[in-house]
């Protein structure tokens, strides 16, 4: 590291006064992993605007990677063990003060003190509304506070959105530097998918007969597998494209993009963008997330119900913009589109450019190609990239799908979400009940046609099948026959709350088929080395594990 501070002194020697280098050099010191990326902004902005710009950019840069208002003794970019050790010094700092006011003054009191502790890090206290807390709920939020674990995910989480903000703010994050995600994020995930692999890979599960399983072996057979969650994905497409064929309705499809002011850099050459106003791709999922909602709102106002799917997706410098496939009933179009437009361009509507790129839509001909094949590569070059050849950008769609996924993780973006049909966790249990040694049994005991219908679409994978019996795409949840059933563990997590699990599904709301039927036991791969003890991180009930929710 000290070698990367030499070099940021040296790409900013002879700028500004001698008071300018000792400021410089405190800062590079303070933050070495990012010292020469800040030192080639900074001789950037001395070039474009002079040292004195310069010097305030470098300060609020610095500013933004406090941990905390005010310095904590922890930056956002300080490394793991500086994480891990402030974590436990923290901890136990609000374990005293806690025990100390609580003694003096009563829980309450010691309550606010260690809220006031917490937000001096710019994290928030782990209950929403404190004063209105029961005592269990608010003895479980202080277990967390005072648990170093708790500290450590916080600050990473800190950790990922701020640096990727600072990197974006670098413009270190574009076509020419690090497409949609910075280089430092799409390494960060890979690592950090590595270990839990490699952590699923050293752990096994035994159930109650003695079978054994690895979990990584498990994992790979469900949507964590990338072939499997991309099959499913277009099952529910096609069949959603089944059920409007039949209805008579057709596909329209929308692109939906945020005002220029959300985007960081110019797209025809990577400059900065002059009208940008900082926001984070979180921000910009967040506007695109309201003005969906309005829009949903005046429909149903409207009496229209769409069913379809929506993608989100970042441009070139990690901006997400979403790709809508709405099923829509003949003579409506219009007023979807209306509807979605006005919102759309309710912000910023009239600046340049705004009405050609807002909304973009285009009604699928069935004659020119189905609506399945039409979002079949924005499918696939969010996942894997198979099948898809080069991106917009003109890169291998295969490398662009993992630094997607990286961004998608990073921000905690969700890239797919169907609107309207049946819940998929249902569909899930339904598929993995119909291969159960307790589907014959169970189905004779309720005796249902509609219920054995349900279940055999479900297993031959028929999504349109399994609408239509569900009620039909736009049918309420409530109003649906089959729904996720949830019980309470018998266990609770390590900070004394209950955990709801989920055991099956249920029927009309009476009958319960459970399809979690065996009980699991997981342990080390290795049981000379870990002595049956469960990693604690994996299981959220500490060492005692927990049945498996992905297993019979």
């Known amino acids: 590291m000290r070698f990367q501070i030499d070099q940021a002194l040296k790409v900013t020697e002879g700028f500004g006064t001698h008071e300018c280098h000792l400021y410089r050099e405190h800062i590079f010191r303070a933050h ?74 009563g829980y309450k009191k010691a309550v606010q003190k260690i809220i006031t502790k917490i937000e001096e890090c710019d994290l928030a206290f782990p209950h929403p509304n404190p ?13 967390r506070c005072g648990d170093p674990d708790w500290w450590r ?48 890979a050293s752990l096994e599960a035994e159930n109650d007969l003695g079978q054994v399983f690895n979990l990584l072996d498990l994992a790979k057979r469900g949507v964590s597998n990338l072939i499997n969650r991309r ?40 400059k900065p963008n002059p009208k940008y106003n900082g926001a984070s791709p979180a921000d910009t999922q967040d ?9 949903r709102a005046k429909l ?49 509507g009239h600046e340049p450019g705004a009405q ?12 020119k190609g189905s609506a399945v094949g039409y979002i079949a590569k924005y499918i696939a070059k969010n996942i894997d990239g198979e099948h898809v050849g080069e991106d917009l950008y003109g890169l291998d769609a295969i490398e662009s799908a993992t630094r997607i996924r990286a961004w998608a993780s990073n921000w905690r973006i969700r890239q797919f979400q169907f609107i309207g049909g049946p819940s998929v966790t249902v569909w899930r249990e339904a598929r993995q009940f119909a291969n159960s040694e307790e589907a014959d049994t169970t189905l004779d005991r309720i005796n ?78 290795d049981l000379s080395k870990n002595n049956n003890a469960f990693d604690e991180e994996f299981s959220v009930g500490g060492a005692n594990a927990p049945p498996l929710e992905f297993c019979q």
Not at 311 to 331: I, K, N, R, S
């Open 32 to 105: 070495e992993f990012l010292s020469l990326t800040l030192a080639h902004h900074y001789a950037r902005t001395v070039k474009a605007s002079g040292h004195v710009k310069a010097n305030r950019e470098l300060g609020r840069l610095h500013k933004r990677l406090i941990l905390g208002k005010h310095f904590q003794g922890l930056f956002i970019d300080s490394p793991d063990e500086d994480i891990k050790l402030f974590a436990e010094q923290r901890s136990q700092e609000i374990q005293r003060i806690f025990l100390r006011n609580a003694k003096r003054y």
């Open 131 to 143: 004063e209105k807390a029961t005592e269990a709920e608010i003895a479980a939020a202080v277990a």
């Open 153 to 200: 995910r916080k600050i990473r989480t800190k950790q990922d959105l701020i640096l990727e903000h600072v990197f974006i703010e670098l413009g270190l994050v574009n076509k020419q530097k690090g497409i949609y995600a910075s280089n430092h994020c799409v390494e960060r995930k890979l690592k950090q998918w590595q270990r839990n692999e490699d952590l699923l």
């Open 231 to 270: 099959n499913e994905l277009m099952t529910r497409i096609s069949g959603f494209e089944a059920v409007a064929k039949d209805r008579g309705d057709y596909g329209v499809f929308y692109t939906l993009t945020a005002p220029s002011k959300y985007h960081s850099q110019l797209a025809r050459n990577c």
């Open 287 to 295: 506007y695109l997330n309201r003005v969906w909602q309005r829009t």
């Open 300 to 348: 149903k106002r409207l009496g229209i119900q769409p069913y379809g799917v929506r993608v989100v997706e970042p441009h070139h410098d990690g901006t997400p913009h979403w790709h809508l496939l709405l099923f829509l009933p003949p003579g409506i179009e219009q007023a979807v589109t209306e509807v979605l437009r006005h919102y759309a361009l309710e912000e910023d």
């Open 356 to 367: 050609k790129r807002r909304l973009k839509v285009e009604k699928i001909d069935p004659a």
């Open 448 to 525: 249902s046609d509609h219920l054995k219908a349900l279940i055999e679409a479900a297993d031959s994978g028929d999504w349109k099948t399994f609408v239509e019996l569900s009620g039909g795409p736009t049918a309420q949840r409530n109003d649906q026959p089959l729904r996720a059933l949830h019980v309470v563990r018998e266990k609770p997590n390590k900070y004394g709350e209950a955990i709801n699990k989920l055991l099956g599904i249920i029927y009309q709301g009476v009958e319960q088929i459970k399809t979690k039927i065996r009980v699991w036991t997981v342990r080390s791969v």
